[in-house]
């Protein structure tokens, strides 16, 4: 996106997914360092980053940034924390 996204939106081609590690990651490491997995979750501002890369762009750059994470904390980044917060127990969900 214009104002986010790191010029992406004025590239001839959309970014892959090594070119948004190279420019995000360390901010998605910060933050995680700072309060932990079990308070941080990966997500998207689709259709916005539209602009700048394809949803499955995204996702494999946070696959990425993941990968030295162990099983605990990559489902807590990936489900477990946005789970908790959005209060999904499976008991019928977001529209319970």
């Known amino acids: 996106m214009p104002l986010n996204g790191f010029g992406f939106h004025r590239g001839e081609r959309p970014a892959t ?7 995000t990651r360390d901010w998605y ?7 932990g997995p079990a308070r941080c979750m990966f997500e998207s501002n689709f259709p ?6 394809s949803y499955h762009v995204l996702w ?21 924390t946005a789970a908790r917060a959005y209060r999904l127990d499976g008991a019928g969900g977001a529209g319970a």
């Not at 997914?17 to 420019?23: K, N, R, T």
């Not at 490491?29 to 309060?35: K, Y």
């Not at 494999?60 to 990968?67: D, E, G, L, P, Y």
């Open 17 to 23: 997914s090594a070119e948004l590690v190279d420019a």
């Open 29 to 35: 490491l910060h933050a995680i360092d700072c309060f």
């Open 48 to 53: 916005v980053d539209k602009a700048s890369c």
């Open 60 to 80: 494999n750059s946070f696959k990425r940034i993941a990968a030295g994470f162990g099983a605990g904390d990559k489902a807590a980044l990936f489900h477990d």
